[in-house]
T-cell receptor, first 114, second 115 residues
Framework: GQQLNQSPQSMFIQEGEDVSMNCTSSSIFNTWLWYKQDPGEGPVLLIALYKAGELTSNGRLTAQFGITRKDSFLNISASIPSDVGIYFCAGQDKIKAAGNKLTFGGGTRVLVKP | DTGVSQNPRHKITKRGQNVTFRCDPISEHNRLYWYRQTLGQGPEFLTYFQNEAQLEKSRLLSDRFSAERPKGSFSTLEIQRTEQGDSAMYLC?????????????FGPGTRLLVL
């Protein structure tokens, strides 16, 4: 089963609000990645983090690689309607012999407030 | 567009039939991955190729599943004697090898429905 716990599982946003989500793991990862997936499509890479403590921005998105290498968060500032979708965190472990695979969290579903 | 492409995008089949999916990675990427994603879940790793060599297979990849990458370029994933539990989105990703910053880029997926 999946090793990454992603929270919240879902959230409602109103245009202009800031949004935060995070991911925790029971094991260490050397790389953290954040993807967004729209219905019926594949995940699209948003941000990649390669060093513990690293803070990286991509437009309105900011993500950090936790110091312990067991967690990461993603912030979206001033949300807009097209931010709706499912956000996945993924960890990659290169210590193990064949550790190039990604382990994904369960996703955070971002929905628009009615 | 030079991203990862997958064909077909959708496949409906009857239980017991065989199906084959194709993935064309980004041209300079020599690593290729297959993942499976069921509804409401994140993708789960199935198998991984470095050039034409299949280097890792998940326990999810039962004997009915086989993947190939004969010339180190495109890859195929075949499911024999499909079961209803095989219904899922099958995602392919590719990445360049070497270096510390290996990032996987995903294709649009093939959605399989087994009736």
């Amino acid at each position: 089963g999946q090793q990454l716990n992603q929270s919240p599982q879902s959230m409602f946003i109103q245009e202009g609000e800031d949004v935060s989500m995070n991911c925790t793991s029971s094991s260490i990862f050397n790389t953290w990645l954040w993807y967004k997936q729209d219905p019926g499509e594949g995940p699209v890479l948003l941000i990649a983090l390669y060093k513990a403590g690293e803070l990286t921005s991509n437009g309105r998105l900011t993500a950090q690689f936790g110091i312990t290498r067991k967690d990461s968060f993603l912030n979206i500032s001033a949300s807009i309607p097209s931010d709706v979708g499912i956000y996945f965190c993924a960890g990659q472990d290169k210590i193990k012999a064949a550790g190039n695979k990604l382990t994904f969290g369960g996703g955070t579903r971002v929905l628009v407030k009615p | 567009d030079t991203g990862v492409s997958q064909n077909p995008r959708h496949k409906i089949t009857k239980r017991g039939q065989n199906v084959t999916f194709r993935c064309d990675p980004i041209s300079e990427h020599n690593r290729l991955y297959w993942y499976r994603q069921t509804l409401g879940q994140g993708p789960e790793f199935l198998t991984y190729f470095q050039n034409e060599a299949q280097l890792e297979k998940s326990r999810l990849l039962s004997d009915r599943f086989s993947a190939e990458r004969p010339k180190g370029s495109f890859s195929t994933l075949e499911i024999q004697r499909t079961e209803q539990g095989d219904s899922a989105m099958y995602l392919c990703a590719s990445s360049p090898s070497g270096g510390d910053q290996e990032t996987q880029y995903f294709g649009p997926g093939t959605r399989l429905l087994v009736l």
